[in-house]
């Protein structure tokens, strides 16, 4: 079975195709800027990469871009869209209405929908793209994996928020966490790894965006995002947590609204409001080789702000077998996960540093032999975990 995996936003659509058989991937990529005259679409084979300037007004014609690509004579990978047996959607919110990725029809769409207040500028991007899969291919099953399924195994005590039960029920606010097919995939290859009954897993997504979820017996007890995914760790731009009366005293200091505090908290906060800058790499490059300040400070919240999640994710589970790093941060920079653990040595884990500045973008074991929590990297595989979900589902519908 060849399934073809879609992960859209409000302007890109990332495409990948993965044959079942051995779960090997024949194709992927994006097309980006859609909604302009020169939108580009890149496409990567056998690690030959080609790039096309379009015009994509709008997901649909992006999709009819993707499927050229995908079928094209010289560059692409499939003699016919035929080939394709099923497209797996990434969802960004399942809410409280599932527990598990699910087929898609008409009241799963109208479900959706509904839910779509609760992340409006990725769900609305995640169900448009998925209606323009099905106008072009009308005769191919679609499946969503929602972002936040793995986090629902959570105790009721671990997503609740302290506020009127009556508004909980209402409108829904609760934690449901993100990032959930990442944190399904690197704990379930982390559970192989250590191969013992009633694991006790902490994994570390750590990229532009990043979480952490505590993971017992393969399943989440509680993650770090929220409602939304500004909770939780300091990101890329996002603020991560802070004090909710943030957002009216800023809203009255700076004459704007709280939509536009929530807005800054998501895109102008993090390590780019604090150093001036977004990617971990130009802010490694600032704090170590030029000895900047601010780069300092925010690589040292970063990483003050996991250990505590770690040391608290430690007491949830009443004990840790296994940290997991992964993610664009936690899979290839050394210096993070230097600085993140430590501090740990309290709760054992100790850190070999030759193993740590040799390890990047591969499995490896960061830990010495005397450390009483293994340290790992596993590089994530969320195209992967949607690919195996969208057949597991398509064949139970047969």
């Known amino acids: 079975m060849k399934i073809l995996i879609i992960n ?4 890109s659509l990332k495409y990948q195709v993965i044959d079942m058989q051995n ?40 999709f009819k871009a993707v499927i050229a690509a995908i079928t094209d004579k010289d560059t692409g990978f499939l003699s016919s869209i035929t080939e394709v ?50 106008s072009v291919l009308p005769g191919v099953p679609n499946v969503a994996v929602f972002d936040t399924v793995f986090h629902s195994t959570m105790p009721q005590y671990a997503y609740m928020y302290a506020i009127n039960y009556e508004d909980y029920e209402q409108y829904k606010i609760r934690r449901y966490g993100f990032h959930g097919t990442s944190h399904k995939y690197v704990s379930s290859e982390a559970v192989k790894y250590l191969n013992i009954p009633n694991s006790k897993i902490i994994v570390c997504h750590l990229g532009n965006g990043s979480s952490l979820a505590a993971v017992v017996d393969g399943k989440c007890v509680d993650t770090s995002m929220g409602l939304t995914p500004l909770e939780g760790m300091i990101m890329g731009t996002r603020s991560g947590d802070c004090d909710p009366a943030v957002v009216s005293y800023m809203a009255k200091r700076k004459n704007i609204s709280a939509d536009e505090v929530v807005d800054y908290l998501n895109k102008k906060s993090g390590f780019l409001g604090i150093a001036g800058v977004s990617d971990f790499r130009d802010l490694t490059a600032k704090a170590v080789e030029a000895g900047d300040e601010r780069a300092v400070l925010a690589i040292d919240m970063f990483a003050y702000r996991i250990r505590k999640y770690i040391g608290s994710y430690f007491v949830a ?56 929590i293994k ?24």
């Open 317 to 372: 589970m009443n004990g840790l077998d296994c940290i997991v790093f992964t993610g664009g941060i936690g899979e290839n920079a050394w210096y993070a996960r230097q600085k993140i653990t430590e501090g740990l040595e309290c709760i054992g884990v100790e850190i070999d540093s030759v193993k740590n500045k040799n390890t990047r973008g591969q499995f490896g074991e960061l830990h010495t032999s005397a450390s009483k």
């Open 23 to 62: 779960e090997i991937s024949l194709g992927s990529g994006i097309a980006e800027r859609i909604g302009s005259t020169n939108a580009l679409l890149t496409q990567t084979v056998a690690g030959n990469k080609t790039t096309l300037t379009l015009s994509l007004p709008n997901h649909t014609a992006a």
């Open 8 to 11: 859209a936003g409000s302007s």
């Open 85 to 134: 047996a099923a497209i797996g959607h990434r969802v960004l919110h399942g809410a409280e209405n599932y527990k598990n990725s699910v087929l898609i029809n008409d009241t799963v769409m109208a479900t959706c929908y509904e839910n779509a207040v609760l992340g409006p500028l990725h769900q609305y991007a995640n169900l448009g793209c998925i209606e323009s899969c099905i």
């Open 375 to 398: 340290v790992v990297v596993i590089p994530t595989n969320e195209e992967l975990m949607i690919a195996r979900e969208t057949q597991t589902i398509v064949l139970a519908n047969k």
